[in-house]
């Protein structure tokens, strides 16, 4: 099937790492350092836990720009039974995001930068509305990585989702274009780890998630109505979205 294909097509990257360069190459690969290098250091006392809830920390910045809110988002969450690759593909991969989105009215790929290995997608998407705010869209690409750190660990995945600009996506009024940096970057852990390692079992995976949101509604939006949406939200969808690929993964082989 085209899934297990393009999950193929990912990893067999992985070995060889002679990518094509393409148009957005170069802003790609700073924008993913600089995620690799920023997002799993700890909060410093500047941030406020919003949401607390098991393994799963919710922080927050208030800070606006221009009387616009545009709060930076930090999570850290422990998920078990799943590898980082796992978590990275569900969260990547279009055919499975209506599944677990709850605020979008539709998402659409509208490019696939490299079709020999399609690690960056630009996906189109038109977030429900929040009355009486004008409605939000959004367009950015999408890039899913796998890094390794050294010769025993498990690598690293990371997914960043950037905004851009598209010829297949011009701003049309009435709708307002957010700006958003997001990245969800997983490290997975073998706990108790058995001798062999073909006998790893999912019930000693454990899988280390942070996930990173900056956005700018684009537009004014009543900062006290986006600051209440965006607290219960958040969880809301790391909850859900984790839970999704639990499910999904539970009775499949482990892909590392
Ligand atoms: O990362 C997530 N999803 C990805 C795949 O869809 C992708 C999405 C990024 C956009 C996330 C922001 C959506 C905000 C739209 C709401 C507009 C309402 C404006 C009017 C308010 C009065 O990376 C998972 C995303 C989980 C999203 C939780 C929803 C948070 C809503 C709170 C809004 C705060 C940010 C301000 C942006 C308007």
Redesign the pocket.
Known sequence: NTNSNAISKVSAQKETAKHKSHRLSNEIERIVQDHLKYDRENVSDLWELIHHEGEMKVYRREVEENGI???P?KCFHTVKGVTGREICHY?FDPTY?MDW?T??DS?KVIETLDKDNPDTLI?F?L????WP??Q?D?C?W?HIRCVSTGEEDQPLWIVV?YTTDHAQAPIKSPFVR?V?N?A?TCETQIIEPPLNPKDIKRENLLCKLT?V?F????GW??AA???A??KR??P??LKR?TSYVIEQTRDQPILF
Do not use: C, M, W
């Not at 977030?127 to 929040?130: A, F, L």
């Open positions: 809110v545009v709060d988002l969260f995001r989105e605020t979008l998402t996906f998407q977030h429900k509305r929040v705010s004008a939000r959004s950015f999408s989702n957010l958003a997001v969800l996930y949101a956005v700018n509604p684009g939006a009543p109505a986006l600051r949406i965006a939200e958040y809301k969808f979205f």
